[in-house]
């Protein structure tokens, strides 16, 4: 009975311990609190904390799109309460990620048993929004039981569900190779790939800062970029493997999303961001996550007006 007891003990200070720190990945779906069949949302909360104010990335996937926001919010410890506001989701019955997005707040419970760690609550309408977006429940359980840091390893029929949109960029270097055999045909080369051309130059003369060298366990990899901290109007350009893939981006707390496809023939693939501007506060910064479908790796890169941030990709043997 004595050692009974004392396990009950040990158990419910576990779970207490659990329940005052929520910092990790939460793993969930979401689904609209509406009469009838609908799609429902798979999200990816992913969280730090720092006494009652927490912060992070929330990425959802909801009818072949992938959307991801850098979040900042509260965490009440003594009532387990969270609160993240002004969640941009799409609309349940729009067709597709360019559609109407509802102005949401996240209001959520943390809750802990002897068999998980979970965050239950709603997505909840704003204002004018109250009546034509319903509220969206969620159940999301903690990462760390699942030895996974990835969203695209708990739901296994996302590898299935995403397919790239106008307002995705995959880079595959194989693909891009022309053979030798083709016959190219002279063209005047349009505005898009001037613009690139004199990017591409600018980049080419300033100092290259290599930063860190990750080794990764896929040949694919997603990458998303946030402005890191206040948004200040910061502009990049993205290069892999000192290829222009992406020009022109604003940095926001909504991510700028790339997927790229490792050349196996080089020792190592390179990405780098070139800085366009220092927006309001300099230098450029942002916040760059890596997902290989089984980690996880957060990265902050700063640019200015004369080097580039570069890191450097390997893939473990």
């Known amino acids: ?87 941009p989701i799409t609309y349940f019955r729009a067709s597709g990620a360019n559609g109407v997005e509802c102005v949401m707040d996240l209001r959520a419970i943390v809750t802990a048993s002897r068999v998980s760690t979970n965050i239950k609550g709603v997505f909840t309408s704003q204002g004018k929004y109250k009546y034509t977006c319903p509220d969206i429940a969620f159940d999301f359980v903690y990462g760390e039981q699942l030895n996974t840091d990835s969203l695209i390893d708990k739901f296994s029929p996302i590898r299935k569900i995403w397919r790239p949109t106008d307002d995705d960029v995959v880079v595959n270097p194989l693909e891009s190779r022309t053979p030798d055999s083709v016959d190219l045909k002279v063209r005047e080369p349009s505005l898009q790939e001037m613009e690139a051309k004199k990017i591409q130059l600018e980049f080419n003369k300033r100092k290259e800062v290599v930063g860190q ?57 390179e990405i780098s961001m070139f800085a366009e501007n220092l927006g309001t506060i300099p230098p450029n910064t942002a916040l760059m996550v890596i997902t290989d479908g089984v980690n996880r790796y957060e990265i902050f890169l700063s640019s200015s007006l004369t080097q580039n941030s570069t890191i450097r990709i390997r893939r473990r043997k």
Do not use: C
């Open 1 to 87: 009975m004595r050692a009974a007891a004392l396990f009950f003990i040990v158990v419910l200070s576990v779970l207490s311990g659990k329940a005052q720190n929520i910092k990790g990945s939460w793993f969930g779906s979401a689904d609209v609190l509406l009469g009838g069949s609908h799609n429902n949302y798979l999200v990816e909360l992913d969280l730090k904390q720092e006494n009652n104010e927490i912060k992070g990335i929330i990425s959802y996937y909801f009818k072949e799109t992938f959307q991801s926001f850098y979040v900042k919010g509260t965490y009440n410890p003594r009532t387990r309460e969270i609160l993240i506001k002004d969640l």
């Open 213 to 269: 060298e990750l080794l990764v366990d896929s040949d694919s990899l997603r990458l998303t970029f946030y402005d890191n901290g206040i948004v200040d109007g910061d502009s990049i350009s993205v290069f892999f493997n000192k290829e222009p893939i992406a020009t022109h981006q604003s940095l926001t707390e909504r991510g700028l999303v790339v997927y790229a496809v490792l050349d196996s023939t080089k020792p190592y693939n």
